[in-house]
Each structure stands twice: as C-alpha cells, then as structure tokens.
Nanobody, 124 residues
C-alpha cells in the first residue's frame, strides 16, 4: 500500500557529506514515524535515525549522533538524512522505513514499510 523509494546514495570520501532522500507514495500514507536503517556487510540491519510526524521528536543511533540529521517534509511525503563527517564504518545499504516506534537512540519495533535500499560507500 505504501511505496518508499530512496535516492542519493553513492561513493563519498572519508569525512565527506551525503544526503539521502526517501519519497513515499501510495493510495494512503499516514505514517506517524519515518526513519532510516542500514545494513553493512556481515552485520545485521541496524537502526540509524527516526523522526516523528511533526518533526518535534528525533532519534539517532549513538554511532551517528552529532553527525547525521534527519528531517521530513510531510507535504512532499518525504524524509531526508543529511550525513556529514562520514566514516568508512558508515558504509552500508541504507533503507528508508515507515511506521515504527522509537526511543531516543533505538527502534522499538519492526517498521511496517521498507524501501529498496540505497548503497552508501565511504572510502578511506
């Protein structure tokens, strides 16, 4: 019912910046929360960031706090992830996600909707 499409991934140098975008579409879309997860080679998928509908509440994994900024534009059904000071450890497939609870630093449930993922590679 909901389609999430990420864009903006690519190759960036260590210390560089990159912004990911996620566009949501479908007959209905009423996700109260959206955010990002990532999966690096050999690792489990992990929570990166979340944002409430009103953008008044945001959450970040400890590994990205202070470097990544999440934002959303409800009129465009879009969510963004501005990533700066990127490190090789940030290399992963990044997935947009919708409808999941979160606390300050972690997700508390499985997202109801997933995007297809976009590759982010940070060179050393």
């Amino acid at each position: 019912q909901v389609r999430l499409v990420e864009s903006g991934g690519g190759l960036v140098q260590n210390g560089g910046s990159l912004t990911l975008s996620c566009a949501a579409s479908g007959r209905t879309f009423s996700s109260s929360t959206m955010g990002w997860f990532r999966q690096a080679p050999g690792k489990e998928r992990e929570f990166v960031s979340g944002i409430s509908w009103s953008s008044t509440t945001t959450a970040y994994a400890d590994s990205v706090k202070g470097r990544f900024i999440i934002s959303r534009d409800n009129a465009k059904n879009a969510v963004y992830l501005n990533m700066r000071s990127l490190k090789p450890d940030d290399t992963a497939v990044y997935y947009c996600a919708a409808e999941f609870p979160f606390t300050l630093t972690r997700a508390m449930g499985e997202p109801r909707h997933w995007g297809q993922g976009t590759q982010v590679t940070v060179s050393s």
